[in-house]
T-cell receptor, first 115, second 115 residues
Framework: DSGVTQTPKHLITATGQRVTLRCSPR?????VYWYQQSLDQGLQFLIQ???????AKGNILERFSAQQFPDLHSELNLSSLELGDSALYFC??????????????FGEGSRLTVL | AQSVTQLDSQVPVFEEAPVELRCNYS??????LFWYVQYPNQGLQLLLK??????LVKGINGFEAEFNKSQTSFHLRKPSVHISDTAEYFC?????????????FGKGTKLSVIP
């Protein structure tokens, strides 16, 4: 158990819809990362938050947005969903925003299926 | 931009045989390298990391990796595999700067241990 909690574990929805994925980082971790894992693209970094502030952006679509709340949990919002958005979405956390020990702790992921 | 290339998408190996999973990196700045493992239906877990110092890095579950700067490689090895090592293995490099830090992953190598 990494200590990172993601909900829901599975989600099935239709094209054009909007979903919210939730992540609770390990206790005390200030930094949250979102990754997308798909068969064709592999693991892609989407976005990083540190103590409530956006710190880095990766290959995140404009239809996607995220935020980190004062209690440090984070939400990833996916809107106008397309078939190609079907993927496993991982949240990870680390103690600080910089390299530090270099380790990210991953949740078990939220599997999104868009029909 | 930093990147890693995993040369084999699938590696079958018999139980108790040695295994090497190959990873090459490209980077023009300081190199930080990692191997993560993903067991079926689970998130990623850190196996080992190279941040600096000794080029031979030992990790969990009997795995080790060697950082080779001249060959820009960070291959993962285990002298004798077990059925429980069946999983997908990801090589990753880290970018760190301006308070931001994220991992860039390779496409992954699926290790299948044959009884």
């Amino acid at each position: 158990d990494s200590g990172v909690t993601q909900t829901p574990k599975h989600l099935i929805t239709a094209t054009g819809q909007r979903v919210t994925l939730r992540c609770s980082p390990r206790s005390g971790d200030l930094s949250v990362y979102w990754y997308q894992q798909s068969l064709d693209q592999g693991l892609q970094f989407l976005i990083q938050y540190y103590n409530g502030e956006e710190r880095a952006k990766g290959n995140i679509l404009e239809r996607f947005s995220a935020q980190q709340f004062p209690d440090l949990h984070s939400e990833l919002n996916l809107s106008s969903l397309e078939l190609g958005d079907s993927a496993l979405y991982f949240c990870a956390s680390s103690a600080r925003g910089g390299l530090n020990t270099g380790e990210l702790f991953f949740g078990e992921g939220s599997r999104l299926t868009v029909l | 931009a930093q990147s890693v290339t995993q040369l084999d998408s699938q590696v079958p190996v018999f139980e108790e045989a040695p295994v090497e999973l190959r990873c090459n990196y490209s980077s023009s700045v300081s190199v930080y390298l990692f191997w993560y493992v993903q067991y079926p239906n689970q998130g990623l877990q850190l196996l080992l990391k190279y941040l600096s110092g000794s080029t031979l890095v030992k990790g969990i579950n009997g795995f080790e990796a060697e950082f080779n700067k001249s060959q820009t490689s960070f291959h993962l090895r285990k002298p004798s595999v077990h059925i429980s090592d069946t999983a997908e293995y990801f090589c990753a490099t880290a970018y760190s700067g301006a308070g931001s830090y994220q991992l860039t992953f390779g496409k992954g190598t699926k290790l299948s241990v044959i009884p």
